[in-house]
């Protein structure tokens, strides 16, 4: 098992049906290490880490400029997020500097928002 393995989810599948949009199913395996130590009896993901995770992928799939993270907008928090959940991350390129995401699943949407790069 990688570093990476305990640190990102394992994408499942990534397709685009629009412009400037990717949608990544993602497993959320217990073995992830941000589990740890969060909540024993009933461990869920930070939102912190859903964060990273929506700039990882974003940088990852969407043709963004590669500059640091200047403002986070519109953040919600809704469902939390389990070991072994499946979700379903929509990304949507806003502009070079700007991009939104979601994470949804069967439970319903666990958090959105809009990302904002440095311009240079």
């Given at each position: 098992?990688?570093?990476?393995?305990?640190?990102?989810?394992?994408?499942?599948?990534?397709?685009?049906?629009?412009?400037?949009?990717?949608?990544?199913?993602?497993?959320?395996?217990?073995?992830?290490?941000?589990?740890?130590?969060?909540?024993p009896?009933?461990?869920?993901?930070?939102?912190?880490?859903?964060?990273?995770w929506?700039?990882?992928?974003?940088?990852?799939?969407?043709?963004?400029?590669?500059?640091?993270?200047?403002?986070?907008?519109v953040?919600?928090?809704q469902?939390?997020?389990?070991?072994?959940?499946?979700?379903?991350?929509?990304?949507?390129?806003?502009?070079?500097?700007?991009?939104?995401?979601?994470?949804?699943?069967?439970?319903?949407?666990?958090?959105s928002?809009?990302?904002?790069?440095?311009?240079?």
């Open positions: 098992m990688s570093e990476l393995d305990c640190l990102l989810p394992k994408e499942i599948n990534v397709s685009s049906t629009e412009l400037d949009t990717v949608a990544v199913a993602l497993h959320v395996g217990s073995q992830i290490d941000y589990f740890t130590g969060h909540f009896q009933a461990p869920i993901l930070a939102g912190v880490v859903q964060l990273d929506a700039i990882h992928f974003g940088f990852k799939h969407l043709d963004l400029c590669q500059a640091a993270v200047k403002n986070v907008e953040l919600k928090f469902v939390v997020i389990q070991p072994e959940d499946r979700v379903n991350l929509m990304l949507v390129k806003k502009s070079d500097h700007k991009f939104t995401f979601k994470y949804e699943s069967e439970k319903g949407v666990h958090s928002g809009r990302i904002v790069l440095e311009e240079s």
